[in-house]
């Protein structure tokens, strides 16, 4: 009578001409994968019966024949019931659709790019950071830059503003002394004449103090004679003192 499927899940119209094919020409014995039009078509001859899969171009052929081989020793098992063996097969399609849970090659490495992923994460919270941190620096430096600027330009500004004032303070000295000499050409006369003291005659204006004559030398002096000694002085006779008689008492008138 030819080939007939026995059981089967999921899509088949889209694979059905490629299937028919591979079932045609499948030889007892054989374990082998096709690709055709972007699919990989896995299959197992083994006393007949003919076990078949279509895959991804990703989907890992080892873990396709190991899902092969678990249909044929199941088929086996259940005395080749189609009506029974069609829940089976869709619970292992359902099964092997999600490669973590049958397959431990792949739930491992699931976990360690798991752990990479977290690694990743964490290198590229690393590397913010430390953009972070040389932003940080850079902004610290033209932060420094900005303040030595700011410092060079303070000093500059501070000389400007030194200077501005000295020349005030040097025109205003020069204000007060010309003021002063104004003052004093008014009060004394251009030349000064007024302001000078006057000589000892009365019509004494502004004539010339006249020249004061030399001293004539003194003749010198003659020395004095030496004093003669003085006699000594004879002593004074004592004089007689008269002596008063008694007056007579006056009588009251």
Known sequence: QGPHIVAESGRKDAFST??????????????????????????????????????????????????????????????????????????????????SRVDQTTRIMGKIEGVKSVMLDNIDNMMERHERLDDLQDKTAQ???????????????????WWKNMKITLVLIAVVIV????????ACGITFGKCRPSGGSSGGGDSPIAPVAPIAPTAPIAPVPPIAPIAPIAPIAPTAVPTLAPTAPVVPS
């Open 18 to 99: 490629a299937l028919n094919r591979i079932v045609s020409k499948a030889r007892n014995g054989e374990t082998k994968s096709y690709m055709y039009q972007g699919y990989k078509y896995n299959y197992i001859k083994a006393e007949g019966n003919t076990y078949l899969c279509v895959t991804t171009e990703e989907y890992k052929a080892r873990v396709a024949f190991q899902f092969l081989k678990g249909i044929q020793d199941k088929f086996q098992s259940s005395s080749g019931k189609p009506s029974k063996f069609s829940k089976v097969l869709a619970q292992e399609l359902e099964d092997y659709a999600d490669l």
């Open 143 to 161: 932060l420094d830059q900005s303040a030595f600027e700011f410092r060079k330009d303070a000093k500059k500004i501070r000389k400007i503003y």
């Open 179 to 186: 003021l002063i000499f104004v003052i004093a050409w008014i």
